[in-house]
């Protein structure tokens, strides 16, 4: 993947609505359509079930081929959550933000930022994961909340092999 890295640190605050479970809504309303938000308890089990929820939800809207880049992003950063944070649930959402444009906010309980994956030590055995975080996201950071800190990834999709349909869903001839 050959897309530009940049890292951004304290964006401009985005309003969620939970939305229940992340799978696909059934409803027609926007919001159900572009976010997808759920919660788990902070345990060995977050990750992978992080990672389902996001490969499902994605498929839901179409976007199935970045699954295996957002999937490892959410399993990274929910990791760092349970091993780094102390917090009792992590909540993780997903938000369209452009025709193919998906960001995942994953949210804890501690206000402590981690290290930038070029300030960790190299016998370090922790910090790696952000170094997948940067390397496969198209923009990431952290933002502080009232209750913690929000760890956010945005990932710019390429076309789906084949798709030939522009924005608006017309074919292209």
Known sequence: MTTSQSRTINPAPQATTPTGPMTP?????????????????SDKTAPGRAREDVARCLHGWGLGHGQDALTVIASELVTNAVVHTGTRRISV?????AHRTVRLTVTDSSPHVPATP??????????????????????????PTATGKRMWAE??????????????GEQRQ
């Not at 960790?120 to 952290?142: F, I, K, N, T, Y």
């Open 118 to 143: 070029d300030a960790a030590p190299e016998d370090d055995e922790h910090g790696r994961g952000l170094l997948l975080v940067d390397a496969l996201a198209s923009r990431w950071g952290s933002q």
């Open 93 to 97: 959402s997903l938000r369209r933000t």
């Open 25 to 41: 809504a059934t409803d027609d309303s926007a919001a159900a359509l572009t976010r997808q938000r759920t919660s788990y308890a």
């Open 155 to 168: 990932l710019d999709l390429p076309p789906e092999d084949g798709e030939s349909l522009s924005r608006h």
